[in-house]
Each structure stands twice: as structure tokens, then as C-alpha cells.
């Protein structure tokens, strides 16, 4: 009997069926890329399929793929040593603890380093509660803070509901300052920034005694790419000022030059007390974090147990790998790029607009992006709502499913299409870019009341 042969992506792809399991999805029926190399903005699979990255993994692989720089500096430190305790020191570990200090904010001088953004969520929450002896921390509803237990329950983002039942405690949630879609039914431009006085009054209600701290994103993700309305930040110092609560900036997915700056906050003149960030500190090349806090914080514990530790802790391979991305972000002016090139997809997408009456709205700092698709503009219907149920995808996944068979690779989620490409991304690949989505898009533009 003759045995027929399967091609080797098919292989691979089956092998990782049979013996992985896949993150917010369904084990059955999902058709994962098998990519076989990436360089620059590009994915290949095992067919030499090319795929344009247009979403930087995870939003994460912000110099692009296959930079071999990080490679040799990788292998450079493993030859020296791989591992140390964290109560050991290494000279890549002082070194980029001294350059993030440098290009953090402010007096944010010291840094944790964490294994990855939700462990760098968790020590910051931790931090908060032990220094200032407070319990309870002020998020938004509408952020993605990390799926480990603490970082799943400060953040709003649906996929906690499922374990809903076992959230961590102490932690309490705002509405968020959503212009497009206010939910306090105010016009921009006219309104009294009732998204913070939302926030004041919140804290009078929680008794300012017991908030440890408010958590923002430097910038908005996942959740859409919600722009903070001018002097939104500023606001919140102020409030934090005023009762002695800390500003922490979730800068996991914003940080190192996503939003044309270091860090999306800032954009907005304000210096945070601690910022915790992964990500794009080493772009994804190894898993790796960061929590970096004020001076006046980390002098608290100059005399005072820091009861704070990973194994992993400032692990010297990843100290490597982030302080060779630190340099190409600089030496290959990348962090300018991003913001060029952002003003650029603005213009575009502009453009985009009078073609298809399907884009509602377009929110976007640097090369953190989305566009957001409706059925109707003046009653701003979402193609697909928040949280949307499978059944209410069908026609978002038909404008996904185009997007992949045109060769791309990016973040579609509700009535989402992201648009986060790496910072070393050309006019000419944004234009390839955008072209797809544009012929992805006409679908949802044949569902526009």
C-alpha cells in the first residue's frame, strides 16, 4: 500500500498540533504559519511564502527579524558566562542598567530585571504595595497588562473572564478615556475630562489611604490603540501628587521606540514613578524585562529589604541581547524612523479613508496603530463588537483570512486591523503594506449600511 507523502511544512505544522498547545484559541482547526527564517520586515515559510510582518510579531520585533548583531552578542556572553545568580554581578548587567538610565525619564535611575512584561507588571504591583503600604491599584478596563494572575486581573481585557473566579484582589478598574467612543457621551474638544475626574472620584470612593498606585499604559495596545486626550497624563500626576499614589506606566508594548520616542509617556511630559517595560528591549529576541523606578524609591531600600527576586533575574544573556538592541535603536536611528514613517501611514491611511466607508476611526502614535472598522460612521457601529463571540467574527475574519492569503502577517482582533510594523520599516514596504489591507478591507466595506 502506498503511503502518501506530506510536504515538510505540513509536517511541522502537524508535529506542533500534536505535541504544543496554542495561546487564546481553540486547539482544533487553526492553520498556524510554519515559519521556516524572517529578515527585515519579512517572514518566510517552508513553501518561500514571503509574508510582510506588518504587526512586529507581538508588536515586539521592533528592529526587524534575523538582525545577526544580536546574535554575536549573544554568543559572545554565553562564552563568557550564561548564567549567574542575581546576587552575583555581571558587566553587560551594570552596563545596560547604566544606558537605561540614561534614556529613562526623569530620576528613573534603577532598574529590576524581569524574565518579561507580565513579570514586570507583577513586581511593579508589588513594589507599589510594599512602599507605599497600600492595597489597592487603579487600572483601566480597556488594557492588557499580562496573563499571569496579577497582571490578568489589573488589566480590563476579556480573555480574564474565563478564570474570572480566581482573579487577584485589590484592584479596581476605571473607564477609559476613548474619545471615538466616549463613554461618558461627551464631544472631544468640548468636554470637562470627565474620563479624570471619573478617576478622582473613584479614589474618594476607594479612600485615597488604601490606593497604592495607578497603572496606565504609556501608550494604548492591544486594546486598540485608545489615544489619551491632551494633558490626560498631566492630569493624573497631578492627582497622584496629591495623595501620594504612584504613577506606574506599562510600557511593555509602547516602550523603546514604538511611538517615536523612548517610551510612550513621553509624549505626554510627564515622569512616571516606575515604568515596566519588555518587549522591545531586546525586540523578542529573547525573552527579557525590566522594571525601572525613581531614585527616590529605590533609595527607600537602601536600608530596607527589597523583597523582590527571580531566578532569572538580570539573566546575562538577556542583558546582552537588550544591550545590543539599545545600540541599533540608536546607531540605526530607528526611533526617528518610527516616528517618520508614523506620519507617513497617517497620511496614507487619510487617503484610505475617502475609498473605503468602512474605516471609522484610525488611532495612532509612531508606529503603534490600528484602524478601527464600522458598519455605519455616524452611529460608529462596530464590523465586529468588543469581546465579539465567533459568530459575530465572520465578517472580520474574512477581511483576516484576505490579509494572510495577500502575504501578510498582523494583529486582526474585534473590528481591529493593527498596524505596527518594525521601526526599520521603508515608505515603499508601508505602501506594499497598506495596499493589502486596502483590498482586505473592500469586504468590510460591502457590509457598510
Not at 508588536?59 to 552578542?73: C, E, K, L, S, Y
Not at 488594557?143 to 478564570?163: C, E, Q, T, V
Not at 468636554?191 to 498606585?213: D, K, L, M, T, W
Not at 457601529?381 to 483576516?400: L, Q, T, W, Y
Request: net charge negative; proline share 4%.
Amino acid at each position: 500500500m502506498e503511503t502518501k507523502s506530506i510536504s515538510e511544512a505540513q509536517e511541522i505544522i502537524q508535529d506542533n498540533m500534536d505535541y504544543t498547545l496554542f495561546s487564546w484559541s481553540k486547539q482544533k482547526g487553526i492553520a498556524p504559519i510554519a515559519v521556516k527564517h524572517g529578515e527585515g520586515v519579512y517572514l518566510y515559510d517552508y513553501d518561500d511564502k514571503r509574508y510582510l510582518d506588518f504587526s512586529s510579531g507581538l508588536m515586539n520585533v521592533n528592529i526587524g527579524h534575523g538582525n545577526q548583531r544580536i546574535t554575536d552578542a549573544v554568543v559572545k556572553q554565553m562564552q563568557e558566562i550564561s548564567y549567574v545568580t542575581p546576587s552575583c554581578v555581571t558587566k553587560v548587567r551594570g552596563d545596560l542598567g547604566k544606558k537605561l538610565a540614561e534614556i529613562s525619564p526623569g530620576n528613573l535611575t534603577k532598574t529590576l530585571f524581569t524574565v518579561c512584561g507580565a513579570t514586570a507588571i507583577e513586581n511593579a504591583i508589588k513594589l507599589a504595595r510594599l512602599y507605599t503600604g497600600r492595597h489597592k491599584i487603579i487600572t483601566k478596563y480597556r488594557a492588557f497588562h499580562g496573563s499571569s494572575y496579577g497582571a490578568m486581573s489589573a488589566g480590563g481585557d476579556p480573555r480574564k473572564l474565563p478564570a474570572d473566579a480566581q482573579q487577584a484582589p485589590n484592584f479596581v478598574h476605571v473607564e477609559d478615556p476613548f474619545c471615538y467612543r466616549c463613554p461618558f457621551g461627551q464631544e472631544f474638544g468640548k468636554c470637562q475630562y470627565e474620563c479624570v475626574s471619573h478617576i478622582q472620584r473613584v479614589i474618594e470612593f476607594e479612600g485615597p489611604e488604601n490606593v497604592a498606585a495607578i497603572l496606565m499604559e504609556g501608550e494604548s495596545g492591544s486594546s486598540g490603540c485608545i489615544k489619551y486626550p491632551p494633558d490626560y497624563f498631566k492630569k493624573l500626576r497631578t492627582i497622584c501628587d496629591k495623595y501620594g499614589i504612584l504613577l506606574i506606566a506599562d510600557e511593555v508594548m509602547s516602550g523603546f521606540g514604538r511611538t517615536g520616542k523612548w517610551f510612550g509617556i513621553d509624549n505626554h511630559g510627564v515622569v512616571p514613578d516606575m515604568i515596566a517595560t519588555a518587549k522591545g528591549l531586546t525586540s523578542g529576541y529573547l525573552p527579557f524585562g525590566a522594571l525601572i523606578v525613581s531614585d527616590t524609591i529605590a533609595k527607600y531600600y537602601d536600608d530596607k529589604v527589597l523583597w523582590l527576586g527571580l531566578t532569572y533575574s538580570a539573566h546575562p544573556v538577556g542583558c546582552a541581547a537588550a544591550l545590543e538592541t539599545l545600540k541599533i535603536y540608536e546607531e540605526d536611528n530607528l526611533i526617528a524612523n518610527a516616528a517618520t514613517m508614523g506620519k507617513y501611514i497617517e497620511k496614507r491611511v487619510e487617503e484610505m479613508k475617502v475609498q473605503h466607508p468602512s474605516i471609522g476611526d484610525f488611532r495612532n502614535t509612531g508606529l503603534l496603530g490600528c484602524i478601527e472598522l464600522v458598519k455605519n460612521r455616524d452611529t460608529k457601529e462596530p464590523m465586529a463588537p468588543f469581546n465579539a463571540k465567533p459568530d459575530e467574527m465572520v465578517i472580520m475574519n474574512k477581511v483576516a483570512a484576505k490579509i494572510k492569503e495577500l502575504g501578510m502577517y498582523t494583529f486582526v482582533r474585534w473590528n481591529y486591523i493593527f498596524i505596527a510594523p518594525p521601526l526599520i520599516i521603508t515608505k515603499e514596504q508601508i505602501d506594499e503594506g497598506l495596499e493589502i489591507i486596502s483590498e482586505a478591507i473592500a469586504i468590510a466595506d460591502s457590509y457598510v449600511d
